[in-house]
């Protein structure tokens, strides 16, 4: 919830380790494994996210923690949607919803990848609008930017930029830094700013490269590469591409 993933890690490995010592203890080690499962979304390690968060499921249902079931299944659905398995993505977005769990900012994604802009931008308002808690908050406003930009409002986009920098500020974590400076250089660019997107999106760049987080990586290298190609700087466009 601080976004601090270098903690998370730690702490994570240390309760796995506990876990594999008590082994009747269900429901605690089927949350170790859905935070295990986000960990290695982060870290690139899909395939196993996917074992794991289903692994996190069968032990939570032994102990009757739907709640934990169900984050299990947004979990596997975050992982479907990053690999383009959009039915198998869908599919676990409404059984996470079916037990008591938000698919958001997922389902909106999804929706955007499917190309659904209306629906995206429907979802995301909306979750965001009824979400006030700091830690909850700043996990739906980087998709909020996304999705904003995609459907073309860049003043939203930048209303939500300016308050994802805020929470981040107030965090104080690498990670949370890392979010807003992507999500500003994605709207920087957009806005046609492209000296500023610049300096953001490399600082992001230099963030998920140090905690270990490829995807995320690459996808700012992306955004680095148009904007590279966007000051006649072919060569570097074609590296960070």
């Known amino acids: 919830d601080a976004y601090e993933l270098r903690r998370a890690q730690e702490w994570t490995a240390a309760l796995t380790r506990w876990c594999k010592e008590q082994p009747d203890m269900v429901a605690f080690t089927g949350t170790c494994m859905v935070h295990r499962a986000e960990i290695m979304q982060l870290h690139g ?20 923690n739907r709640t934990a079931v169900a984050s299990a299944r947004y979990r596997q659905g975050e992982v479907h949607r990053l690999r383009g398995e959009f039915a198998a993505a869908e599919a676990a977005y409404q059984d996470a919803s079916r037990g008591g769990w938000e698919p958001q900012p997922g389902l909106a994604l999804l929706r955007l990848a499917q190309e659904d802009t209306a629906a995206a931008g429907a979802a995301i308002r909306r979750a965001v609008s009824e979400t ?3 830690s909850k908050r700043v996990g739906l406003l980087p998709a909020y930017v996304e999705i904003m930009l995609a459907i073309g409002d860049v003043q939203e986009a930048r209303s939500a930029c300016r308050d994802l920098s805020e929470l981040a500020a107030g965090f104080q974590s ?11 250089g994605a709207l920087e660019l957009a806005d046609g700013d ?17 905690l270990e987080v490829p995807y995320e990586t690459a996808r700012v290298r992306v955004l680095l590469g148009v904007a590279c190609r966007a000051l006649g700087d072919d060569d570097t466009a074609a590296l960070e591409l």
């Open 194 to 210: 492209v000296r500023d997107a610049l300096v953001a999106l490399r600082h992001a760049r230099q963030v998920w490269q140090e």
């Open 174 to 184: 690498g990670m949370l830094g890392a979010m807003a400076a992507h999500a500003r």
């Open 132 to 134: 006030s808690e700091p």
């Open 45 to 64: 390690a899909w395939l196993d996210a996917i074992e794991e968060a289903r692994r996190a499921g069968e032990r939570s249902a032994q102990a009757m």
